[in-house]
Nanobody, 123 residues
Framework: VQLQASGGGLVQAWGCLRL?????????????MGWFRQAPGKEREFVAA????????YYADSVKGRFTISRDNAKTTLYLQMNSLKPEDTAVYYC?????????????????WGQGTLVTVSS
């Protein structure tokens, strides 16, 4: 599967953005999906994940209550709604797909990665 992330940009603190990740191929619904981010000089970190059906979600503590992950299997698209953004959310955000049905948070468990979209939050 090929993944194309979009929706990043520059936003002020407490603003919002919605990221999208368009997937190619007919097997999108069989993959668990996740969002990760990497800030300058830091390692890539887990942000949120969703099961193949969308029935289960999981979030990093740093974004819980502010971000919402969702998917539309008919449109083969993954989303990340980001509200109440903080400067520390500034990073390149990546979407990823794992060939399992359940939620995974480890980067090594993901098989396919998008190219990343930059989110910059100004104070």
């Amino acid at each position: 599967v090929q993944l194309q992330a979009s929706g990043g940009g520059l936003v002020q603190a407490w603003g919002c953005l919605r990221l999208s990740c368009a997937a190619s191929g007919r097997t999108f619904s069989s993959y668990a999906m996740g969002w990760f981010r990497q800030a300058p000089g830091k390692e890539r970190e887990f942000v949120a994940a969703i099961s193949w059906s969308g029935g289960s979600t999981y979030y990093a503590d740093s974004v819980k209550g502010r971000f919402t992950i969702s998917r539309d299997n008919a449109k083969t698209t993954l989303y990340l709604q980001m509200n109440s953004l903080k400067p520390e959310d500034t990073a390149v955000y990546y979407c990823a797909a794992a060939r399992v049905s359940f939620i995974v948070v480890d980067t090594t468990a993901y098989d396919y990665w998008g190219q990343g979209t930059l989110v910059t939050v100004s104070s």
